[in-house]
């Protein structure tokens, strides 16, 4: 018995570090000590739901199906497919996305203000015009809205489905008026405060919305041709499908993604489940300060 529990904690270490390579790259083991080990006040208090939703494993299947949803704005698209670099470099990228939540979430409110700060030099360097010919910005504040509003829907959703402590209808909307402060810092104006609020500006969007041949191609290769060996390609397969589930009927068709099947809730949810619970298994726990300053910011 002793030498099976060996074996598997050697291969949950490895599987987590694995992982947390992926997601949080070579400076990741760095980045999380000065993230969580540094005094000072932050923008959230620990048991505040933002923290909740942002430490838990379902935040993986969160970040695809907000990707996909994302792309359903021609001009977001189009700011993408030009400047991301997401097919050269998809790691790059979601490693960035990644320290951001991060340092947002759990660092001190100093360094998440340069964690906003390093963003918005970022968006003022991205400008051009859609294949149509539209002129977009990433400092626009429609668009800065669309990508806020989509990526807390799905995060939210995500949590509510595939997280192991789903938020009370209070700390869902206390989840959404937090991230309205991540928002706001931004350049998001007015963000949504509560749940009711964000349902209501994603609907707002839906006139604009569309499967362009871009945002297609898009989600074919986050769902389809992944970046990632093929060891590691049935669990991401498992997340992808969770992530689909996540979309509304209209994003799915959009998308060209198949319809909603009546057997979903049997089958894809179940493992898709699976899946979030083995990411959350392998993963490393935040280290815990010694100090006891962790209070949220005035």
Do not use: N
């Amino acid at each position: 018995m002793g030498q099976w529990r060996t074996v598997v904690t050697g291969a949950r270490a490895r599987l987590g570090e694995a992982l947390f390579l992926r997601v949080a790259g070579p400076e990741g083991p760095a980045t999380r000590k000065r993230i969580h080990l540094t005094p000072g006040p932050r923008w959230f208090g620990p048991d505040h739901p933002v923290r909740r939703v942002h430490a838990d494993a379902a935040l993986f299947v969160g970040g695809i199906s907000a990707l996909l949803l994302q792309s359903l704005h021609p001009l977001a698209m189009a700011a993408v497919a030009r400047h991301s670099a997401y097919r050269e470099d998809p790691w790059g990228r979601l490693q960035r996305i990644s320290t951001f939540l991060a340092f947002t979430t759990f660092g001190t409110a100093d360094d998440a203000q340069r964690a906003v700060e390093r963003v918005i030099a970022v968006h003022r360097t991205v400008s051009g015009r859609a294949p149509g010919g539209e002129p977009y910005a990433a400092t626009d504040p429609a668009l800065l809205a669309w990508v806020h509003d989509a990526e807390l829907s799905c995060f939210l959703h995500s949590h509510q489905q595939y997280g192991a402590r789903p938020l009370s209808g209070p700390d869902q909307d206390a989840y959404v008026a937090g991230m309205a402060l991540v928002g706001a810092a931004l350049g998001v104006t007015d963000p949504p405060r509560t749940v009711a609020e964000l349902a209501a500006r994603i609907e707002e969007q839906r006139p604009q919305l569309r499967g362009t041949p871009e945002a297609r191609d898009a989600a074919r290769f986050i769902l389809r041709r992944p970046p990632l060996p093929w060891a590691l390609r049935l669990p991401y397969a498992a997340l992808a499908a969770g992530a689909v589930v996540l979309l509304p009927d209209w994003a799915r068709a959009e998308l060209g993604l198949p319809r909603r099947l009546p057997l979903e809730r049997w089958w894809v949810r179940p493992v898709a489940r699976a899946a979030v619970r083995l990411v959350r298994w392998s993963l490393p726990p935040a280290p815990v300060p010694a100090w006891a300053a962790d209070q949220a910011a005035p």
